[in-house]
């Protein structure tokens, strides 16, 4: 199987932080690149959906489709009523 180009990235670390990296690598039985490879994919996977999530919101917001804090306010005050307002 080819492997695929890579590039070295660098980056100060807390010692804390590398000691825990450390102790995952060694528990998991992985080098240390790999536990690293592992930590930024999952942090980048969570950045492009957050950034996905927030144009989503956005567009709804330019389209409309929005519900104004007082409403929700209001329905959430109600539900500890007697009639509470429909969702």
Avoid: C, F, N
């Amino acid at each position: 199987m080819a492997q695929s180009e890579t590039k070295v990235l660098t980056a100060h670390v807390p010692l804390p932080l590398a000691e825990k990296v450390d102790q995952m690598a060694a528990r998991l039985e992985r080098s240390r690149g790999w536990i690293m490879k592992q930590a930024l994919s999952a942090w980048i996977d969570q950045e492009e959906e957050h950034s996905r999530l927030t144009r989503e919101a956005l567009a709804d917001v330019d389209a409309g489709r929005v519900i104004y804090h007082q409403a929700v306010q209001a329905w959430a005050d109600s539900l500890g009523t007697d009639e509470p307002l429909p969702r």
